[in-house]
Nanobody
Framework: QVQLVESGGGLVQSGGSLRLSCAAS????????INWYRQAPGKARDLVAG???????KYADSVKGRVTMSRDGAKNTVYLQMNSLKPEDTAVYYC??????????????WGQGTQVTVSS
């Protein structure tokens, strides 16, 4: 079982920055892909940024140029640096990973989410 724990959310003014972190733990596992999603009230959960072992980083058009995803493999941690934040970026941000473990094979895992609120 892989656990994902997000941190770094909070309240920020429009134009500000936040860095989210997602730490993966849980024994021996191999991460095939790891993504950041967000869900605003009353809306669907949308992909913000993602990495997979075969294709590198990708970003939603709505955040390109403002958001950078990075990985620290040694710490099993990914980061989401968000700059020039807008009120429409307000949402709960979730970390999602597809990881292989000997017990479950490849499976999807989700963190509990971290709230990002951008005030105008």
């Amino acid at each position: 079982q892989v656990q994902l724990v997000e941190s770094g959310g909070g309240l920020v003014q429009s134009g500000g920055s936040l860095r989210l972190s997602c730490a993966a733990s849980g024994g021996s596992f191999v991460i095939n892909a790891i993504n950041w999603y967000r869900q605003a009230p009353g809306k669907a959960r949308d992909l913000v940024a993602g990495w997979n072992s075969g294709g590198g980083m990708k970003y939603a058009d709505s955040v390109k140029g403002r958001v950078t995803m990075s990985r620290d493999g040694a710490k099993n941690t990914v980061y989401l640096q968000m700059n020039s934040l807008k009120p429409e970026d307000t949402a709960v941000y979730y970390c999602n990973a597809n990881a292989w473990t000997s017990g479950r094979g490849s499976a999807d895992y989700w963190g509990q989410g971290t709230q990002v609120t951008v005030s105008s």
